[in-house]
Structures are given as structure tokens and as C-alpha cells.
């Protein structure tokens, strides 16, 4: 029934003008097709660190000579969420394999982090960077928020307070965490202080209904120090003050061109278009500041931009999307055409 819900959704989205291209050639994989200006365009995907031909070092070859080959994870299982730090390194987290991928692809580095301290991680999900470049982790199974320094040692835990964190965003000296078993963003310090409550369970504006991704304005939005929420189960994105005061909202349950279904995560490009990703419809949709939908591109399947189950969205200084399909195991990367 899922998937027959998937084809006609797909089908939908055919007749009305957002078709989505079908072509595994990436030079063709643009949005959308001619005659209309190209706004969105396939670069590349990546499942493991192959990908980008990093093999192990001379001293790990070494080490396994002496001692045997160890079992190593180098593949995506089911990646969630995804960050990038000064250096362009990006972290995934990935809850099969209950740990972070992290990917230096200029330097041709990889490793699996699959413990903090002395424990390790049982469900992590969100993830973010600060301007320190500490690595920020939400595991909503231990109802923890880990951070580790810029080279992957732990240094400290938020304990307190949390039911189950699933995304997290910083900005300068706050840190905001979407639990979305409290139906609450909170609002915490570097170090882990609670310093606010946004929010509770409702259908009211500033209330919510299973809050799950977040993102942060950027410099083309037009409400300043703003906060917008992916509010899952009101089937809507609101948008708020940094202090948790409502400015507005849009979306709602359906299947017609700018509705939502199931919405995960959402992004601003340097023009302050909306991206949020729908792991039902298997599709991105771009709206403008106003809630209006621009563009919509993906489709379900496996060929070069096609998603199963996306999950998240991050789009870098450059305009570089990057889609966590998590369905299909791997990172499709596109480029924001201005």
C-alpha cells in the first residue's frame, strides 16, 4: 500500500509540471528541464570512503600484517544527519552502525567513531559543528547530547533534561535542541546549561506535534536571529524568533505540489530558499520565504537523484546540497544554481 501511495504521489507530481528527470547521465540531471532556467543540478554520491579512493594508512597496513585484518567499517547503513565543519570535513551519523562516519575528502582521511569516552553511542541522530569546530550529538537513545573536540576526542555530555533529542543547531554561544519527545526546542549554553523551553505539545501556533529537524536563518532571510522548525506531525514548518516568539507558518497534510506528508529535514540556500526533504514522497521541495513552493526534485528509486527515505539536509557556503538518502545508503550532492 506504501509503495502504491509512493507511484501515485510520483504520478501527481508528473502531470502537474514537477517531473522529475529519470536520466543516470549527471550532465543531464538538472531541475528544471529546458526550456526553463536550470536551478538545481546532480554533482556526485558516496557510500563509503572508496568513493573518494581513501585507503588505509602505511601503519594500519602495517599493524595488520603483523597482528591480522580487523573487521572495518567503511560503508553508510542507515545514515541520518549531517554536518561540515571550517575544513569542509563532513560527519554523518549513522544509527545501524551506532556511530559517526567522518570524511576528509581533500586530505583522503575516513574513520568510524563509535564511542565516546569510555561508552558508546546507541542512537545518535542529530549532529552539528560550533565555531570551534567541537562536534555536537544528539543520541536519543541514551537522552544525551555528546560533544567531541575538532579531532573526535570526547570532551564532555549534556545530561540533563532531555526526553528524546533528534536534531541540534548552533549558533554562536547557543545551542538549540529539537526533543521530540517533549514536544519542546530547548535552548542550552556551550557547556550544556538549559537556559529555555519553546514550545509543548499542540496544534497552536509556537506549539508542536513531534518537532524533529531544525535550521537557523542566514543572512538573505528576512527575520533576523530566526529559528525554523520541521513540525512533523502538524505537518507544517513554523518559524520563530531565536527567543521562541511565533512569526509565522506554512504547509499542511496532502499530496498536492507544496504539502507535506512526512517532512524531515529542512535548509536555507544563500538566497534564503527553503529546502525540506519529505522521506514519504521521497522528494525535496523548495519554497520561498513567503511558503510558496518553487521547485521540487527527486522521486523514488535508486538511480542518480532518485531518494528512498531521505532524512536529512545540509547545504554548504558554496551551495552545495547535500541529501542524506538514507533509504538508498548513501549521500547524493547537488549544486544550487543562482
Request: charged residues 25%; aromatic residues 14%; contains cysteine.
Amino acid at each position: 500500500m506504501l509503495n502504491f501511495f509512493r507511484h501515485i504521489v510520483i504520478i501527481f507530481f508528473v502531470f502537474t509540471g514537477l517531473a522529475f528527470s529519470q536520466s543516470v547521465n549527471s550532465d543531464s540531471l538538472i531541475w528544471p528541464k529546458a526550456p526553463a532556467k536550470s536551478r538545481i543540478k546532480f554533482l556526485y554520491s558516496f557510500s563509503s570512503k572508496d568513493d573518494f579512493g581513501i585507503s588505509k594508512s602505511f601503519f594500519k597496513k602495517l599493524v595488520e600484517f603483523f597482528f591480522g585484518e580487523e573487521k572495518e567499517i567503511s560503508h553508510l547503513e542507515r545514515p541520518q544527519s549531517i554536518a561540515i565543519n571550517s575544513r569542509g570535513e563532513l560527519f554523518i551519523t549513522d544509527i545501524e552502525l551506532k556511530g559517526i562516519h567522518f570524511f576528509d575528502i581533500e586530505g583522503k582521511k575516513y574513520k568510524f567513531i563509535k564511542n565516546w569516552g569510555e561508552n558508546s553511542f546507541e542512537s545518535p541522530v542529530g549532529i552539528a559543528v560550533n565555531n570551534e569546530d567541537d562536534i555536537f550529538i544528539c543520541d536519543s537513545g541514551i537522552k544525551k547530547i555528546i560533544v567531541l573536540d575538532r579531532d573526535l576526542v570526547f570532551k564532555y555530555v549534556f545530561k540533563e533534561g532531555l526526553i528524546r533529542p533528534t536534531s541540534i543547531k548552533i549558533r554562536n554561544d547557543s545551542v538549540y535542541v529539537s526533543d521530540t519527545g517533549a514536544n519542546q526546542i530547548i535552548v542550552f549554553d556551550l557547556k550544556g546549561k538549559e537556559l529555555q523551553r519553546i514550545g509543548g505539545r499542540g496544534n497552536a501556533a509556537g506549539s508542536f506535534n513531534f518537532p524533529v529537524h531544525l535550521c537557523l536563518d542566514n543572512s538573505k532571510s528576512p527575520y533576523t536571529n530566526s529559528l525554523y522548525v520541521v513540525d512533523a506531525m502538524n505537518f507544517r514548518i513554523q518559524v520563530l524568533s531565536t527567543a521562541g516568539v511565533f512569526i509565522k507558518s506554512f504547509g499542511r497534510l496532502g499530496n498536492g505540489i507544496g504539502d507535506f506528508a512526512r517532512p524531515k529535514g529542512i535548509a536555507l540556500d544563500s538566497d534564503g530558499h527553503i529546502y525540506v526533504v519529505d522521506a514519504l514522497y521521497d522528494v525535496v521541495q523548495i519554497f520561498d520565504q513567503s511558503g510558496q513552493v518553487l521547485l521540487a526534485f527527486g522521486g523514488s528509486g535508486t538511480r542518480k537523484g532518485n531518494f528512498y527515505l531521505p532524512t536529512d539536509i545540509l547545504i554548504d557556503n558554496q551551495d552545495r546540497i547535500y541529501i542524506v538518502d538514507s533509504g538508498n545508503r548513501r549521500i547524493q550532492v547537488f549544486q544550487y544554481l543562482k
